[in-house]
């Protein structure tokens, strides 16, 4: 459990963020009425306010500490301080009253943005226009509802605080539920206004220096954002008590609220990065200084003054301040203004290189990349690997971060990265695929994926057919025929492989039971919809060819049935000659090449390149070889007679120990630990985690999420009809991937009442006929072993399986045991189904992947101006949040359930402990 911070702490966090908000306020001032010369425009005199009602709130936190109440061990509704009733009701007033600055701050701090968002949004967008006229509206109502939560959820206010009468007290839950709602719509409206200037500044045409300071200075709302789930994930899982600590929620609640007003604030100052001087000249920077430059320069003036570049709307000449104009370095250049709102990557390519025909150079010339390319490119990399790691701690979702990421640099976004460089990073994130599913396999139990094999197919048919039915159910909403209705749930029925072992790898579940399960059962919607790209290829053609559908199909099984039989014929027999051969020539050279680490990886490479190259060139998926090359090495490891380092120490250890677990929890140089059966060369799990995982983890795997963001059409999603319809169809496959958990569910039976008495007879019955049996005593004794032993297996039962398997079986179990089929009964907690639920609503790429054929084939059709079909976009919707929803609510899931299994442990202990000591006694 985290320390509450400190009152001290608190309070030097908070004014320490008060200095920089009135240090910025004060530079703002001064450059308007003393540098510019001008008067203070709205937004000023709202910044001012929230600054005001910032240090308010300030203010209240020093009375806190002075009453006392600022203390690590009270609780935020101060039921464990211990005080006359009189001051507790005096600080529960303060309390309750804090609310009111503190609410008033946060939107302020919305309304400064507002106000400058609608200076700068021209008319004539207008549905950019509605956007921000819906997030006026929205924030203006969720003050309303915050403050009436804060006033009518306990009224009259007096019950708040009423301690002298006990009767009228509300309690606690008032101050819970407005905590959660009011941060519920406080991040909402963050989200909203952090997302709304990239609906506009895409199309404006800057220079590359500028269009990065400008996303730079939209970009610094992420850093609210994340402050601000920050807060609440701290607050809601960090307990002193029955609720958090005073001081927790004063250092987060300061947090938020003051980085919010210095991030509101920061956009104000960007005129002070001018080279030369606060004054604009556009004739400096190359741009037009005729007519265009008034007008241009007078609308920045009325609202937006951070951007002094001449804007321009691609596409929509005019004479306003928004027309487009040409500058002469684009009539130089003889750069058209299509050509002008590429990438600053993809610019400095065309500047370097537009004089050369690719195909006539010999050699590629080396240039040196320019500071902007190199800062954007490093920029990506390190952004990917913070945010994953910061997420990963909060809730095992550091992919969301990382598919965001690729959203705000790549295509859909800023455009920061060029086309060459997207597809470079494409291309080297489906390698970290691939290496994320090998991985998968490496990590598979067989003995419980042949125990559940009946169960994972049940789960992965579930997944398959509910998403296709369900969007059969909705084909008016979706307006949609037949076939597209069929090909939308062909790309909703698969679920996300890099997703799902991520997710698991995180969390430590990939050797459980539960995460054989979810892999098998992922793998096997995936192998069905990367089936169904080969179905909707052929139905989006002229003609139908049945072979191109058969093949996949027939290939897949092939591989799945003919490399297990190899394995058992051929690498069987040839690993136990060659274990003879070196037991009876150990200095051998053979002997020696086969006990070093790189030979193993050297076999494991190959063997796995062998098999996606031939599995691609076969038909099939090579995400399945991926898979089914991993599995087959992690059986070798496991089934097959080894070498043993030391005869004096015949213990077997079960594969499942060498998990392979995430690179953040196992940092530094590669550790050799004790592989499966004691061989020499290294396990596969040792092998990966020493070669791939580094590079897999710190670069391939972020570029593959990152990736995914590059396929989301982030804005065109945002129209009405799309929108609600997206999030209904959102919600119909996350059921219909839920359902898939109910297999995982025990059913009380109807018929269990009736077989009660039966039980309750059965050991009198016993009992009276133990003297007519010979052995009847010792019968009698197995009973109750039997019947404890059941006990303790139902008991077992109500846990949740997440501790990896060869915990269980090495530590409790017998050798007979171990070598047994590990087929668990059905859990009755409902964590087991929620996870594996859960784990499958994630679509990612193979989702992308299907949804973008049918787009490109025609299937979705085409609409009239050339933009994404409506279906394609719903579609969309649905894939980007499914992917998103799913790993985090399994985050907070696995969180919960290792919050629960800490505790059983400490209540376990305590309880052997007690009888410990009484035995002693």
């Not at 059409?713 to 958990?741: H, N, S």
Request: proline fraction near 5%; hydrophobic fraction near 45%.
């Amino acid at each position: 459990m985290a320390t509450a911070p400190s009152a001290a702490t608190v309070l030097a966090v908070e004014f320490m963020l008060v200095t920089a908000a009135f240090a910025i306020i004060v530079a703002r001032v001064y450059l308007r009425l003393v540098v510019q010369k001008q008067k203070l425009v709205l937004s000023d005199w709202i910044r001012i306010v929230a600054f005001l009602s910032a240090c308010v709130t300030a203010a209240f936190d020093i009375t806190f500490m002075v009453e006392g109440a600022l203390d690590p061990a009270i609780n935020f509704t101060l039921n464990n301080w211990n005080v006359p009733p009189e001051k507790l009701q005096r600080v529960l007033r303060l309390t309750w009253a804090n609310s009111i600055p503190f609410f008033a701050t946060f939107y302020l701090c919305k309304a400064s943005l507002l106000v400058v968002y609608l200076q700068l949004f021209p008319t004539f967008m207008r549905k950019a226009r509605i956007a921000l006229w819906a997030v006026v509206v929205y924030c203006a109502c969720a003050y309303i509802v915050s403050m009436s939560l804060l006033i009518f959820l306990c009224f009259p206010t007096e019950r708040n605080w009423s301690v002298t009468e006990p009767e009228k007290l509300c309690g606690d839950w008032p101050v819970a539920t407005t905590f959660q709602v009011a941060w519920a719509l406080h991040f909402t409206g963050s989200l909203a206004l952090f997302a709304l200037p990239f609906l506009l500044l895409h199309k404006l045409n800057l220079r590359p220096k500028v269009r990065v300071g400008v996303y730079a200075i939209f970009l610094l709302g992420f850093i609210d954002i994340a402050f601000s789930l920050t807060r609440f994930l701290t607050i809601q899982l960090t307990k002193v008590g029955d609720f958090a600590s005073i001081t927790t929620i004063g250092l987060w609640s300061s947090l938020d609220v003051y980085i919010g007003l210095i991030v509101a604030c920061l956009p104000a100052l960007r005129p002070y990065l001018h080279r030369k001087g606060s004054k604009y000249s556009y004739a400096e920077s190359g741009r037009p200084t005729g007519n265009s430059t008034h007008l241009a320069r007078r609308t920045v003036d009325r609202g937006f003054q951070e951007i002094d570049e001449t804007p321009s709307v691609a596409g929509d000449p005019g004479t306003g301040p928004w027309a487009v104009g040409h500058s002469r370095e684009f009539d130089t250049t003889g750069w058209s203004d299509k050509k002008s709102n590429r990438s600053d990557v993809e610019l400095q390519k065309h500047h370097e290189h537009h004089h050369h025909h690719p195909n006539m150079d010999a050699s590629l010339p080396y240039h040196e990349p320019s500071i902007t390319i190199i800062a954007i490119l490093s920029g990506f990399i390190l952004l990917l690997n913070l945010i994953n790691h910061g997420l990963d701690k909060l809730a095992y979702c550091g992919l969301i971060g990382q598919v965001a990421i690729g959203i705000a640099w790549g295509t859909p976004g800023a455009k920061w990265l060029s086309r060459d460089v997207e597809s470079a990073v494409v291309q080297l994130g489906y390698l970290g695929l691939i290496l994320l599913v090998f991985e998968g396999g490496l990590s598979t139990s067989f003995k419980s994926l042949k125990a559940n094999l009946g169960l994972s197919s049940a789960v992965a048919t579930t997944g398959i057919l509910l998403p296709i039915g369900f969007s059969f159910a909705v084909m008016s909403m979706l307006n949609a025929t037949p076939l597209q209705a069929f090909a939308a749930g062909a790309a909703l029925c698969s679920t996300s492989l890099g997703t799902t072992f991520t997710i698991l790898g995180t969390s430590g579940l990939s050797s459980t039971r539960l995460g054989v399960v979810l892999t098998s059962a992922a793998m096997m919607d995936d192998v069905v919809g990367l089936i169904m790209v080969q179905v909707i290829s052929n139905l989006g053609g002229d003609y139908f060819d049945a072979v191109t559908v058969v093949r996949p199909i027939v290939v897949s099984l092939g591989f799945a049935i003919v490399i297990p039989i190899l394995c058992r014929l051929i690498v069987v027999p040839v690993t136990l000659r060659l274990n003879s051969y070196r037991m009876a020539n150990p200095s051998s050279m053979i002997s020696k090449l086969f006990g070093m680490d790189q030979i193993a990886f050297v076999i494991h490479t190959g063997y796995l390149l062998g098999i996606v190259i031939g599995a691609t060139f076969a038909g099939t998926s090579s995400l399945l070889a991926a898979y089914i090359a991993g599995a087959s090495i992690s059986w070798w490891d496991s089934e097959v007679p080894h070498l043993e380092l030391d005869a004096a120490s015949p213990t077997v250890i079960e594969p499942e120990e060498t998990s392979i677990t995430d690179h953040q929890t196992r940092e530094g140089p590669c550790v050799q630990t004790p592989s499966p059966k004691i061989m020499e060369g290294g396990s596969g799990a040792e092998i990966f985690q020493c070669y791939y995982e580094p590079s897999l983890q710190r670069l391939l795997k972020p570029f593959f999420f990152a990736s995914i963001g590059f396929s989301v059409p982030i804005t065109q999603l945002f129209t009405g009809p799309t929108v609600w319809r997206g999030v209904i169809y959102t919600v119909l496959m996350i059921f219909a991937k839920l359902a898939c958990g109910l297999w995982l569910v025990s059913f009380t039976s109807p018929f269990r009442a009736l077989t009660r008495p039966v039980r309750k007879i059965m050991p009198t019955l016993k009992k009276s006929s133990k003297t007519l049996a010979p052995g009847a005593q010792c019968a009698d004794s197995s009973a109750r072993e039997g019947s404890s032993d059941s006990t303790q297996q139902a008991q077992e039962r109500d846990s949740v399986p997440l501790q990896p398997l060869a915990d269980t079986d090495t530590s409790q179990s017998s050798p007979n045991t171990r070598n047994s089929s590990p087929k668990p009964e059905k859990a009755l907690s409902l964590y087991p189904a929620c996870i594996v639920g859960i784990g499958m609503v994630a679509r990612g790429e193979i989702g992308y992947l299907i949804s973008a054929l049918a787009e490109s084939k025609g299937v979705f059709g085409r609409s009239e101006n050339g933009q994404s079909s409506e279906i394609f976009l719903i579609v969309t919707w649905a894939i980007t949040l499914c992917t998103v929803i799913g790993p985090i609510c399994v985050g907070l899931i696995v969180n919960r359930v290792r919050k629960l299994e800490n505790g059983s442990k400490k209540a376990k202990g305590e309880t052997q402990r007690i009888e410990t000591k009484e035995s002693a006694e």
